[in-house]
């Protein structure tokens, strides 16, 4: 009983939406808004030939490179920063300023430096998902319990163990929700530096779309786009839920007491 | 044992000068069982952590067998008392145990017989895999104990240990450290605000004043070395123990109240 | 101490970026020094087509903000009041929030073209969700014992939602239109520089289409300054109106 009703609850919105847009589309003549019928019949003939292979995987590739790195890069300054008083200090304001640039403008220095190629674009996804994930750190790292810290001095666990087992898992929390800020970032990102001037990609298709007045395959491309956001925080999830398992189960305990 | 000679620790800050730790000298035996007890807020954890280095005092020195304590020393284990924030939430029960053998180089096969061991000792032979926040209070101080036990210290250092546990848990965990230490021949000192607890547990009470601290006095506990629950606390050498703590610590907080 | 050794890392920056192109470790070309950026920006500050440009993105940037908070606090009180809707409604919400917000462009454009409508939808919709979601906890967060004494007096839905709801809901709309004010932020500069209509973003295409490179790290270093003037600001004005609020330390994490 309970089970159906919340497959009810949470498939029946979305189902009558979905409905509602196909039946109010289905007779369109407005160009710009073609029937559904339409876009999902476009769809696989636009996104699953060698669009796949030529656009869609080395967007996805590039988000992929450009996000690890951003992630490794985020997580090692943080920790240095975030470990060293003076260090904070003298980075903090010029931290403030950098994180504030919205990440799109540097599309154009990033051009200028590094031209349209793949290089790039994933200089483009590192510069913006860096900054959610180092100030993250940075404060992970800050708030690490003195308990523990007075712990591991105590028991001179030192080093390696130290470092792993101390600073980075206490900071895992925090890194995590910086990593899920960068995601969308670099999502953003990889479809803007292909907007801007490329010659393949995700973003660039559905530019080309737009400017041929190919509505159905555009619109489809906006689909593929927000699936492909949905699926991402979707895995995100799935990877959060284990490396966090022990926080949100410490969490949920702390709460019952 | 361990040497406290001549120790003082001021904190200053912000224009504030607060002196924690007045003049403190006194000596721990190796292998006895030694509590101290003084009014809440008379620096007592400050104590606690010069004597594990984890705090330098502002005069005045602490050594362990002779070597001066300048920062944490080998064979030196403290518990503290918030048990939930001195395990690592992230760690199972027998991973908290076993880290700090893997910091101190132990084998393998060796680190896996000691945390059963400790583990077994204080009764969480069957909770190796659990994680700590699944556990209670009680349970939870007892991994931290396990985690000092398999460490085998020469020095144990317990922080008000059993101030945040129910009454019930407390006393289980009052015998469960006299049979480790009566087991493992470890110096113990012990910080507590509980006089019933000092006087039931230790071989020797120092007694401190109020702040700035000084030792007030020094006395030994000559009960019985086997105790339990109910026959010790109703002799009557407890009571008057009890009795003679009670009054040092009640003139302790007074003078600290005039001066 | 600290405001000395900020300052100290801010000029230490400004350094490294002055000597980089001067000893040829970059191209000129491509990374001014310092020195010829900050003479731009003075220039810049000095002509009106500037200060048009920085009141043009200013007011799409309040605009969007404005219309997101309203909506996503109507939305997030309704939604948020009655237990069956917020259930049938949440799996909607999840599936809807992760969409990239610039995956829109093409579709404003081919709708509205080049014009501030185009950038207000991405605002909105980017900055909505921001509103939404803290809301949404906000309304969560209410506690059942005052819901029932709220009950047992016979308030209406109307005055529950005056004296119970929205005071409960207040730190997390605050919170989230913090978190919606730097979102909106970056979507009105990126609209600008993307889809075309006036502002600091247009500004920066122009610069970059013209060549003139100087120009367009000036401007960029303008957007830096702005959202970190918004980010003052929002944070102050949070301070300001919840100083006094214990939830003021816990954010959601969204």
């Known amino acids: ?257 | 044992m361990l040497a406290v000679n001549g120790l003082s620790k001021v904190y200053t800050g912000r224009g504030r000068r607060v002196e924690a730790i007045g003049d403190l000298t006194f000596t721990v035996e190796g292998g006895s069982f030694v509590c101290v007890v003084g009014p809440s807020g008379c620096g007592k954890t400050t104590l606690l952590r010069c004597c594990a280095g984890l705090l330098p005092p502002t005069s005045g020195t602490v050594a362990l067998s002779g070597a001066p304590v300048t920062g944490p020393p080998d064979g030196l284990a403290v518990v503290f008392q918030e048990y939930g924030r001195s395990l690592f939430p992230w760690l199972r029960v027998a991973d908290n145990v076993d880290l700090p053998l893997r910091a101190a180089g132990v084998a393998r096969a060796e680190r896996r017989d000691l945390v059963t061991e400790a583990l077994d000792a204080v009764g969480l032979g069957d909770a190796h895999q659990a994680y700590p926040w699944q556990l209670s209070g009680g349970m939870q101080q007892r991994v931290a104990i396990a985690r000092a036990i398999a460490y085998q210290p020469r020095v144990l250092l317990m922080d008000e240990p059993f101030a945040a546990v129910d009454a019930q848990t407390r006393a289980d965990l009052e015998d469960l450290i006299r049979s480790v230490w009566q087991r493992l021949g470890v110096t113990l000192v012990f910080v507590t605000h509980d006089i019933d607890e000092a006087v039931y547990l230790s071989q020797r009470v120092i007694m401190l004043t109020a702040s700035p601290t000084r030792v007030a006095d020094d006395l030994v506990i000559d009960l019985p070395a086997e105790r339990d629950q109910l026959t010790t606390r109703s002799d009557p050498r407890f009571t008057e123990l009890r009795g003679l703590v009670y009054a040092q610590i009640q003139k302790a907080k007074l003078e600290g109240r005039t001066r | ?254």
Not at chain 3, 46 to 52: D, Q
Not at chain 3, 223 to 249: I, K, Q, Y
């Open chain 3, 1 to 254: 101490m600290r405001l000395v050794l900020g300052l100290a890392g801010l000029l230490g920056f400004g350094v490294l970026l002055e000597l980089a192109p001067r000893i040829g470790l970059v191209s000129e070309r491509y990374a001014p020094p310092t020195s010829t950026i900050l003479t731009t920006l003075a220039e810049q500050a000095g002509e009106a087509r500037f200060w048009t440009a920085v009141l043009d993105t200013t007011r799409t940037w309040l605009l969007g903000l404005a219309i997101a908070v309203l909506l996503g606090v109507l939305a997030g009180i309704a939604l948020g009041s009655v237990p069956i809707v917020r259930a049938a409604t949440s799996s909607t919400i999840e599936f809807l929030r992760p969409i990239p917000s610039v995956a829109l462009i093409p579709l404003v454009v081919v709708l509205y073209g080049p014009t501030v409508t185009s950038t207000l939808v991405l605002v909105v919709y980017a900055a909505f969700w921001q509103v939404l979601v803290q809301v949404l906890h906000g309304v969560a967060d209410i506690d059942p014992v005052a819901h029932d004494t709220a009950r047992s007096y016979r308030l209406g839905r109307l005055a529950r939602v005056r004296y119970l709801v929205w005071p409960t809901a207040l730190p997390y709309v605050v919170t989230g239109v913090r978190l919606a004010a730097t979102v909106a932020l970056i979507l009105t500069i990126t609209g600008e520089l993307v889809i075309g209509p006036p502002g600091l973003g247009q500004e920066i295409a122009i610069a970059r289409t013209s060549g003139a490179v100087p120009a367009m790290y000036a401007l960029i270093v303008v957007t830096g300054l702005f959202g970190v003037v918004a980010n003052v600001m929002t944070r102050a004005a949070e301070r300001r109106a919840l100083h006094w609020h214990p939830s003021m330390r816990t954010e959601v994490p969204a």
């Open chain 1, 1 to 257: 009983m309970t089970v159906l009703r919340r497959v009810v609850l949470a498939l029946g919105l979305p189902v009558v939406l979905v409905a509602a847009w196909w039946f109010a589309s289905a007779g369109s003549t407005d160009f710009y808004f073609p029937p559904l019928a339409t876009i999902v019949e476009v769809f696989p003939e636009t996104w699953f030939g060698s669009r796949l292979t030529d656009d869609v995987l080395p967007s996805l590739a590039r988000l992929g490179i450009g996000y690890a790195a951003a992630l490794l890069l985020g997580v090692a300054l943080g920790i240095v920063i975030g470990s060293n008083r003076w260090v904070r200090a003298t980075t903090e304001p010029l931290l403030e300023f950098l994180r504030a640039i919205p990440p799109p403008v540097l599309v154009p220095i990033l051009i200028l430096v590094a031209g349209i190629g793949d290089t790039m674009k994933v200089l483009v996804i590192v510069s913006g998902c860096l900054w959610p994930v180092l100030l993250n750190t940075v404060e992970g790292v800050r708030s690490v319990d003195d308990v523990l810290a007075d712990t591991c001095r105590t028991y001179r666990i030192r080093g390696r163990l130290r470092w792993w087992h101390l600073v980075v898992r206490s900071a895992s929390p925090q890194i995590v929700t910086g990593a899920r800020q960068a995601l969308s970032v670099g999502i953003i990102l990889m479809v803007i530096s292909e907007m801007f001037a490329a010659n393949s990609g995700l973003g660039y298709s559905v530019i080309q779309f737009k400017d041929g007045f190919q509505i159905p395959q555009m619109w489809s491309g906006v689909i593929l786009l927000g699936l492909l956001g949905v699926l991402l925080s979707v895995l995100f999830r799935l990877v959060e839920h284990r490396v966090l398992s022990w926080y949100h189960g410490s969490r949920t305990a702390s709460e019952e007491p």
